[in-house]
């Protein structure tokens, strides 16, 4: 175990507190834990306040869409001395994760499971490696430390540097897609030595010199995104000194878009015809456009100036050719046509076997997917199906083509370039390549679709279902369907599903799915099969009735209808699209309801049917408005409420409300900030918000109701601006020179400050990453006060306890 760092005001701590650590090196545990300043040489704490808020504390931000490696490696080595170094890693996803190497000396082991890298050189093994590179990998991405060199000495001809290295510079923040980025660090040793840079979590998109720390490179547009946690340090060989952990933002060029690609091309041709397919490219700002491909077919040219893609197969050539990807570029953006694929087949014989349909691109967090496409083969052959690129939360059916599965919070992202394959024995056919990108679920949440469609149908009765539908976010909505039946047609607008089969028709239709998307997220009903029946000797019941079309806020409304069944069966009722607002009595038809205010509007395609169990019959389909009363009129509200409160500051607004016919008033509230509450007897919106609440809360909508109608104030937002007077704290410390078993401290490797506003819940850290360094100014620091703690560290990872706590009180 090492020195626990004493850091206490200096007042308070003599020099010679230091006899635990000598006379019971066996207690040094219990010493740490309640003589905190017995364990090492003297230290002190010194805190000074200032109400200068314009410096900043920088933040290391983790990404959680790829791991982050921490520790620098060691870059000096000598003969006969053992060598390692393992890589901190935290992975936020908590996935498997899988180290690589490039240029491991010849000298050195590396362990794939943990990425220690270990060895002991010799003497032949004098001199400077190449440049080295660790890479961890999880499901997402990909974090590396590096590039760095070893240099193997052959004996310490010089005494260690004991003061580390310096190193200065601040780096760009952000790059725009297509331009070039390039920073080079200032670096500095007192003793004169060669300094050695190395990088850990280096964009993909960037090269970095191990001689001059210059990080340098041009993102292209699929590079859009934050790169964080960046540190690059230098050493002198002994020390080591690291700017501080940066972030790079690769931003979408704000000037002209990418290139535009489009086209259809065949998919099939017979063996010795000509093939040709040139796709149609523009680009916004008039730049000159070249053409790549992947996967191009053995038998077929392409042109880069144009995007051809021609040729003439021959016999030899019979087969499939999949995820061709025809892609063009401006020099700095790009765009693909969908991944196809060609068949090639004889003259004589069979064509290749179809396959079709539209499978959903996108589905939410915690909601089922299904997909099964159509496929046929004109040879009557047997079909067998395959995937590539098969989501992990998904299954796939090689049977029926089904590709199934709910994916979980865990699995929010884009699966990109799914193909989905049918195969006669011989040839193939495949679906344009697809992605699903799984959404988080949105605070309004994906649309509903309910309802209880008939699962049978008498041949030459009509059938018809139109599900039930509502968008929380108020979207329009699209419908789609799978293995709809060959009888019936599909309205994409409204999800009917209606027809009338034959007799020819009777038999049962599976595997009916009705999807509805609100352009992000789609909902399904479970899959439903209806079997249509050979008609009975009696006919179907009869139902009539001429319903009410309209009916005022506030009013009651009844309908039944009269219904007669020639066989004598009991009949049961039915509703398809019901008002919100409405009961339905299955046993009666009866439809009734009081709608209020808010209920106002047209309610369509209503549907009543009756069945005798077999049969069925129904009402046409109708519409009931709810209108407005013609008299009475709504409450008033208004009021202006704050738009800005402070960290730390109280807010509050009540509005003012009338209402004409003295009615009791309730209030709502649409989008509160989560630091606010909300009373619903007063309308009164209060709260103070923290730090962590900083930013703004908009489409704030409080609305007042006397039961039958409502007012609103306008939408308004609020936005909370971090606390204006925040100070600053300078904490000062001794370098710590000894373990608690009175061995020389010669690894340490930097500190970690730990402060809060109570001395009990130190939950603000920062990282100081040059164990020479004695003192740090913590920034933003709200009024009040602070108490702060230290905790020192090796470059093995090991940890000493907190020191004493210290405080000071920002004014």
Avoid: H
């Amino acid at each position: 175990m090492r020195s626990k760092k004493a850091i206490v005001p200096a007042a308070d701590l003599p020099c010679c507190a230091t006899a635990c650590a000598a006379s019971c090196a066996l207690r040094a545990w219990l010493c740490g834990v309640l003589v905190l300043v017995a364990l090492s040489a003297c230290g002190s704490v010194q805190t000074t306040t200032s109400g200068d808020p314009s410096s900043s504390l920088p933040q290391s931000v983790s990404d959680p869409q790829r791991p982050v490696i921490t520790g620098n490696p060691p870059t000096s080595a000598q003969v006969g001395v053992p060598y390692d170094y393992t890589p901190t890693v935290s992975d936020t996803l908590s996935t498997a994760l899988t180290f690589s190497i490039t240029n491991m000396p010849g000298w050195a082991t590396f362990n794939t499971a943990t990425g220690e890298l270990k060895g002991t050189p010799g003497a032949d093994d004098v001199g400077t490696t190449n440049e080295i590179e660790i890479s961890v990998s999880d499901s997402v991405g990909v974090a590396t430390v590096g590039p760095f060199r070893i240099t193997v000495t052959a004996a310490q001809s010089t005494p260690p540097s004991t003061t580390p290295p310096t190193i200065t510079g601040t780096p760009a923040a952000s790059v725009v897609a297509g331009q070039a980025y390039s920073f080079a660090p200032s670096a500095s040793d007192l003793s004169g030595n060669a300094l050695t840079f190395l990088i850990v979590n280096r964009p993909s998109w960037a090269s970095f010199s191990t001689s001059t720390g210059r990080l340098t490179g041009t993102p292209a547009a699929a590079n859009i995104g934050s790169y964080a946690n960046i540190l690059i340090s230098v050493s002198d060989g002994t020390l080591t000194a690291s700017l501080p952990a940066f972030t790079i933002t690769v931003t979408q060029p704000s000037g002209d878009g990418p290139p535009t690609i489009s086209g259809t091309p065949a998919i099939a041709v017979n063996a010795d015809s000509a093939y040709s397919f040139t796709p149609t490219a523009t680009d916004p700002g008039g730049n000159a456009l070249t053409f790549s491909i992947q996967n191009q077919p053995s038998w077929a040219n392409f042109s880069t100036t144009t995007g051809q893609l021609s040729g003439t197969p021959t016999a030899t050539n019979i087969g499939s050719y999949p995820n061709i990807l025809i892609s063009v570029s401006d020099g700095t953006l790009s765009a693909s046509l969908a991944a196809f694929t060609i068949t090639v087949s004889t003259t004589s014989g069979n064509g290749p076997p179809t396959i079709s349909g539209n499978p959903a691109t996108s589905v939410n967090a915690g909601s089922a997917y299904s997909f099964i496409p159509t496929a046929s083969d004109p040879g009557g052959n047997a079909l067998t199906f395959s995937i590539q690129n098969q989501p992990t939360w998904a299954n796939f059916n090689a049977g029926t083509g089904q590709l199934s599965g709910t994916p979980t919070a865990t699995n929010v992202g884009s699966y990109p370039n799914i193909l989905i394959s049918v195969s006669d024995g011989t040839l193939t056919a495949s679906l344009p390549a697809f992605a699903i990108t799984v959404t988080q679920p949105s605070n309004t949440g994906p649309p509903t679709i309910s309802g209880n469609p008939a699962t049978s149908v008498n041949a030459g009765s009509a059938y018809s279902f139109t599900p039930n539908t509502t968008d929380p976010s108020g979207n329009a909505l699209t419908f789609s369907i799978q293995n709809p039946p060959s009888w019936a047609n599909f309205n994409t607008g409204t999800g009917q599903l209606s027809g009338t089969p034959a007799v020819a028709n009777v038999g049962t239709y599976a595997d009916i799915v009705i999807n509805v998307s609100d352009g992000k997220l789609t909902a399904s009903l479970p899959a439903f099969a209806i079997t249509v029946t050979q008609p009975s000797n009696t006919g179907p019941p009869t139902i009539s009735g001429n319903p009410a079309t309209s009916v005022n806020a506030g009013s009651a409304y009844s309908f039944t209808p009269n219904t007669t069944d020639p066989s004598g069966n009991a009949l049961t009722f039915s509703i398809q699209n019901p008002p919100s607002w409405a009961n339905f009595n299955a046993g009666t038809g009866q439809l009734s309801g009081t709608p209020a205010a808010a209920n106002v509007g047209a309610y369509a395609d209503i549907i009543i049917s009756v069945s005798s169990g077999t049969l069925a019959a129904s009402l046409p389909a109708f519409t009931i408005t709810v209108t407005q009363p013609s008299t009475g009129a709504p409450p008033t509200i208004s009021g202006n409420p704050a738009t800005t409160v402070n960290v730390g500051l109280t807010y509050s607004f009540t509005p003012n409300t009338t209402d004409p016919g003295g009615n009791a008033l309730t209030f709502s509230i649409q989008n509160p900030p989560s630091w606010a509450n909300f009373n619903t007897g007063t309308g009164q919106l209060s709260g103070t918000p923290t730090a962590a609440n900083v930013g703004t809360y908009a489409d704030i909508i409080i609305s007042v109701s006397n039961g039958t109608l409502t007012a609103s104030l306008p939408a308004f937002s609020i936005t909370v601006n971090q606390q204006a007077s925040a100070g600053t704290a300078t904490v000062n410390w001794s370098i710590p020179t000894q373990n608690t078993n009175g061995t020389p401290l010669v690894n340490l490797a930097g500190y970690y400050i730990y402060y809060g506003t109570s001395a009990n819940n130190l939950n603000q850290t920062v990282q100081v990453t040059n164990p020479g360094t004695t003192s740090y100014v913590l920034t933003n620091l709200a009024p009040g006060t602070w108490y702060f703690g230290i905790v020192d560290y090796t470059t093995s990872g090991v940890d000493s306890g907190y020191s004493n706590i210290a405080s000071a009180t920002i004014p």
